[in-house]
């Protein structure tokens, strides 16, 4: 295992850039870590990659030094450590709505006694080879990252319990399911859409966590920080296809 370069970042007031890639090839990974991204979320959510091909990627990722983060659909604790037990040095969980959802990603997150995940000598610890068992423990439960998702009107109304949550160390902030949740599909800059960004932001800021989003561009990422959004991410794809 190794530092998390982002999650340092982070702790020293810093932003960090990204993109998802949901093109389930290791030379995508490879690519954007030359680029010079923070981070890449392995998309396990919107995308058909399956285990093997995510743990190549993260193989790609250490080529390069980005951060490899993977974006799980089932939030289920034996799911989640498959991920983190190839490399991944975090999880982003999408449709997080209540603090009991936030309390059950963090618990998978972290080994005892801060949480309650399954411990084995993998390949995030080097099968055993470099380090014991309990300096991977106490590695992994401080670099790790553990970020949930909010993009339902029920998680706008839970937010503080969501980022109260003491294992949690952000709240990403979905704004296509927020514009989906508010009525206006698509329209991620509808003044709605924006008002919600606005109140989430400064509240997970305000709860003393890190707040992530979409960045689609120079000027949205300028008014977000504004915001107290730290994390941007942008899409592989949207990259591929830009404006049409």
């Known amino acids: 295992m190794r530092k998390n370069e982002t999650k340092a970042k982070l702790n020293r007031g810093e932003t960090v850039f990204g993109s998802f890639a949901n093109v389930p090839a290791p ?10 991204f923070d981070f890449v979320i392995l998309d396990g959510e919107h995308s058909p990659v399956d285990q093997e091909t995510i743990e190549n990627m993260v193989r790609a990722a250490d080529v390069t030094g980005i951060t490899p983060i993977a974006r799980i659909a089932l939030n289920a604790p034996q799911n989640l450590l498959r991920y983190l037990d190839s490399g991944c040095l975090g999880v982003e969980i999408p449709m997080v709505n209540t603090e009991e959802e936030a309390r059950r990603v963090a618990d998978a997150v972290r080994y005892p006694p801060r ?4 411990l084995a000598g993998v390949r ?3 099968w055993g080879i470099t380090r014991s068992l309990g ?16 993009e339902t009107r029920t998680a706008f109304e839970n937010v503080k319990a969501i980022a109260s949550v003491p294992e949690v160390d952000m709240v990403f902030v979905g704004p296509t399911d927020t514009s989906s949740a508010l009525g ?12 919600v960004l606005e109140r989430m932001g400064k509240t997970i800021r305000d709860c003393g966590k890190h707040a ?13 920080s504004g915001w107290g959004y730290n994390y941007f991410a942008n ?8 404006d049409r």
Not at 135 to 146: F, R, S, T
Not at 184 to 195: A, I, N, W
Not at 235 to 242: F, K
Request: overall charge negative; glycine content about 16%.
């Open 27 to 36: 030379s995508t990974v490879e690519t954007l870590g030359h680029l010079g």
């Open 115 to 118: 949480g309650i995940r399954g």
């Open 124 to 126: 995030a610890n080097e």
């Open 135 to 150: 300096e991977y423990v106490k590695m992994a439960n401080d670099e790790n990252l553990c970020i949930v998702q909010i």
């Open 184 to 195: 206006y599909p698509g329209e991620v800059t509808h003044p709605e859409v924006l008002e």
């Open 212 to 224: 992530g989003t979409i960045g689609a561009n120079g000027e949205m990422v300028a008014k977000l």
């Open 235 to 242: 899409n592989v794809m949207g990259m591929l296809v830009g």
